[in-house]
């Protein structure tokens, strides 16, 4: 998870850069130019719109209208539809929206992997939703509470091949007491967006998740 959290904050679509670090199942779905569409940190963070990022499009509407339904961050892209991609990137859009001052985030996907999919997306999601509401409320002088993380998916399907993996883990957790590891709390977005951009570790949170990136 952390190291994929690595690969989507670096924001490059070539697999060999980060999301084959996470996973060796990336190399199966690259194109011949060794690209993975699916690193949704590049639609996020790195490819800009009017001359900024989608991440900055989403602040910048709430910062006018904290009411707003425009925060929307797209993923699937109509660039993305060539038929012989084996990658089609499963999120199509998340939309961010504040209801009595707590920040939500609701993601659309035309399909999820329970197993090998939505546990790491969802991670992703669920760190966005907090960097944005920390962020959002800095710079409007308040405080926003993190809401929920939805998302909303047209297919979910378990694949035979990972069933077996699934029994284990259900395994597990009857025969052992899984204890909680929490992520740090975000508490200096703008440092967040820095180690981000610089590929550095100086918060808090962003050393906590590449010390376990390094495990194994």
């Known amino acids: 998870m952390c190291r994929e959290l690595l690969a989507f904050f670096r924001g490059s679509l070539r697999a060999a850069d980060g999301l084959l670090h996470a996973s060796r199942r990336w190399a199966q779905y690259s194109d011949s130019n060794g690209l993975i569409w699916s690193n949704y940190?590049?639609?996020?963070?790195?490819e800009r719109v009017h001359g900024m990022t989608q991440y900055e499009w989403v602040l910048a509407v709430l910062s006018r209208n904290a009411s707003s339904r425009r925060a929307v961050i797209n993923i699937n892209q109509a660039y993305h539809k060539d038929i012989t991609n084996s990658d089609f990137p499963c999120a199509i859009s998340l939309q961010f929206y504040i209801r009595q001052?707590?920040?939500?985030?609701?993601?659309?996907?035309?399909?999820?992997?329970?197993?090998?999919?939505?546990?790491?997306?969802?991670?992703?999601?669920?760190?966005?939703?907090?960097?944005?509401?920390?962020?959002?409320?800095t710079r409007l002088g308040r405080f926003l509470a993190?809401?929920?993380?939805?998302?909303?998916?047209?297919?979910?399907?378990?694949?035979?091949?990972?069933?077996?993996?699934?029994?284990?883990?259900?395994?597990?957790?009857?025969?052992?007491?899984?204890?909680?590891?929490?992520?740090?709390?975000?508490?200096?977005?703008?440092?967040v967006i820095r180690d981000i951009y610089n590929d550095?570790?100086?918060?808090?949170?962003?050393?906590?998740?590449r010390s376990y990136a390094e495990l194994g």
């Open 41 to 46: 940190g590049h639609y996020v963070f790195y």
């Open 101 to 137: 001052d707590t920040l939500h985030c609701c993601i659309l996907s035309r399909s999820e992997d329970l197993y090998s999919g939505l546990p790491y997306d969802m991670a992703f999601f669920s760190f966005l939703t907090e960097l944005v509401a920390v962020d959002l409320g």
């Open 146 to 191: 993190v809401g929920t993380t939805t998302v909303l998916c047209t297919f979910t399907q378990i694949y035979e091949r990972n069933k077996p993996h699934l029994e284990a883990l259900r395994k597990r957790a009857q025969d052992e007491e899984v204890s909680a590891i929490r992520m740090p709390a975000i508490s200096d977005p703008t440092q």
């Open 200 to 209: 550095s570790a100086e918060s808090a949170v962003i050393r906590w998740i």
